[in-house]
């Protein structure tokens, strides 16, 4: 069996059932490990689609960064004592049943025409010389991370100084939110 | 032959389980963590689509979603913790005042 077919249905398994495991679970820390097991199943995904910049991002930033984040929370609120009463809305049955049918409309888009009749994916080598491919002679390719730095400090600059802007204003947010006392901000 | 129908699909479905965990719980923590699930799912799509089209773009697209994921959840968690603060709890229920 092709290595790259295997690898896809282990990681869309790994993701699946990591989700589930995340929506199911009663305890917020074990919701929280499944968590982290799909956020390492899309990390996988994403070098099987040759983003490999993106899956050490993913790596770092959702496996490292957020997880941490939620981990510290669910240590700061005691949520053990709640523990007895039930865990999920009283009309979970319904809300089961809108997300299979979500599911359902989603689904539909892939029997469309533009899903059915689909080409053979795009040569993976273009992927790092759409954007350089000026500056770079035709043996010499970029690695992915080259080109997506390429992009990002080229084409998308003003987004990125808005990203850095947006950073520290959820920082200073987090921090004025996060301080004990309110009563000093006024 | 895994093709772009499968990255689609298995995008959807993750899409389709945050959704479910967001309106089933109970519990704030679980509910961000299904909104972070929904998040990925798109990125998950804008990756397959990007190799696909051999275009670059998609991944530019997901690095700033994951950004703005990461500022969500320091600012949604920050908020819980206040939330647990007044209340003494994290529960949705518990936070109804301004329900009609």
Redesign the interface.
């Known amino acids: 069996v092709d290595p790259s077919v295997f690898f896809f249905w282990v990681f869309a398994a790994i993701v699946v059932v990591g989700a589930l495991g995340v929506i199911t679970m009663r305890q917020p820390l074990h919701s929280a490990l499944f968590l982290l097991m799909s956020f390492l199943g899309i990390a996988g995904l994403f070098i099987l689609n040759h983003a490999e910049f993106l899956a050490a991002v993913q790596v770092l930033v959702y496996a490292g960064g957020v997880m941490v984040l939620f981990l510290f929370t669910i240590m700061l609120v005691n949520v053990r004592k709640q523990a007895r009463e039930p865990y999920v809305n009283r009309r979970a049955g319904i809300s089961v049943l809108a997300g299979f049918f979500l599911f359902l409309l989603l689904g539909s888009v892939l029997t469309g025409p533009a899903m059915v009749n689909l080409g053979p994916p795009a040569d993976p080598a273009k992927l790092r010389t759409t954007v350089i491919e000026t500056k770079y002679a035709s043996e010499e390719k970029p690695g992915n991370s080259e080109a997506v730095a390429w992009s990002l400090y080229r084409d998308y600059l003003l987004p990125f100084e808005i990203a850095s802007v947006f950073l520290l204003v959820a920082m200073i947010g987090a921090v004025v939110l996060g301080k004990r006392t309110m009563e000093k901000f006024d | ?10 995008s ?10 967001v ?5 704030l ?2 509910v ?3 909104i ?2 929904m998040l ?1 799912a798109v ?2 799509n804008l ?2 689509f ?8 998609g ?2 697209l ?3 979603i ?10 949604g ?6 939330l ?2 007044l209340k003494g ?3 949705l229920d518990d936070a109804a005042e301004m329900k009609g």
Not at chain 2, 66 to 75: D, F, L, P, S
């Open positions: 032959m895994v093709t772009l129908t499968h990255y689609v699909g298995l959807f479905l993750l899409f389709s389980i945050g959704v479910t965990g309106l089933i719980r109970r519990n923590l679980t961000l963590m299904s972070e699930l990925n990125n998950l990756i397959a990007s190799r696909q089209l051999g275009d670059l773009n991944h530019l997901a690095i700033f994951i950004t703005v994921a990461a500022g969500e959840a320091a600012i968690l920050a908020i819980i913790v206040s647990y603060r709890s994290v529960n």
